[in-house]
């Protein structure tokens, strides 16, 4: 059946018009699959799907991503990004960063909202990893993600209901409007900072989260172990997952400066 594809100009001019009017008619497209930005399901049939072309030096791929998270475009990356990509796009891996001290392979999704506290709106970034993350060295059982997390400064909350402290050394990089990364200090004392996630391409905001950001020039970020929040549709519903993963001392918080505009 068809989908409900977007495909850009650029892409329609790399992949052809019949290969293009085939995805928009659902003979080459999947109906389910994984946003190759925020890595959680997406469905062509249901909801708008934007497609996303990588280029590398000898090869390509067509991803797919939630039109909220990516528009339709052409992607130039390197031969070994690609890779990067496909690892992502098939749920091995992925260019996303991972926990701190967590194996490559457990991925960080984001979901940004605006979380009201207090009286005032504040943008948020929810952050909740596709899979258990283990602590270095162990066997690999149990989920050490939130204790990782409190090791580096975040701090358990028991519900939303305040600002939580800054977390100083991190920051949200934000820039064009969009959301490139989350970055943490770096180590060896050369006091750049590393990326602790990254967008595999930069995701779009609501206005009303960057103006947000811009007034309060501090972005609140909340995590949670796999399972604990889920894709919420809705900034209500986000707020509600919150409140349920705080009450089950599952959610650790802090704000972070934001860096960009």
Known sequence: MPRMLDVSDAVRAEIGDAEADRLLAGHNAPGSYDCTSCRTP????????S????IGEETAVLAFAHAGCLPSQVVQVSEEQLKGAVR????????????PGAPEQAVLGIT????????????ALVVEPTGPIARPGTDGEGDEFLPLLIEQG??????VTGVPSVLHGWSVLLAMGQLHAVLQPGT???????????????????????????????????AAPVGS????????????????????GRLVACAMPLAGT
């Open 51 to 54: 497609t996303v072309l990588f």
């Open 154 to 159: 975040f701090m358990p909350v028991p519900g």
């Open 229 to 248: 929040i889920g894709r919420q549709p809705r900034e209500d519903l986000l707020r509600d997952a919150l409140d349920k993963a705080a009450a089950n």
């Open 88 to 99: 992502s796009i098939t749920g091995d891996g992925g260019d996303q960063s991972a926990a």
């Open 188 to 222: 060896g004392g050369t006091g750049q900072p590393v990326a602790w996630w990254q967008a595999h391409q930069p995701l779009q905001v609501t206005e009303g989260w960057r103006a947000a950001a811009n007034k309060l020039q501090q972005v609140l970020v909340f």
């Open 112 to 123: 940004s909202g605006l979380i009201l506290i207090e009286g005032e709106l504040h943008p």
């Open 42 to 49: 997406g469905d062509s049939e249901q909801e708008r799907t």
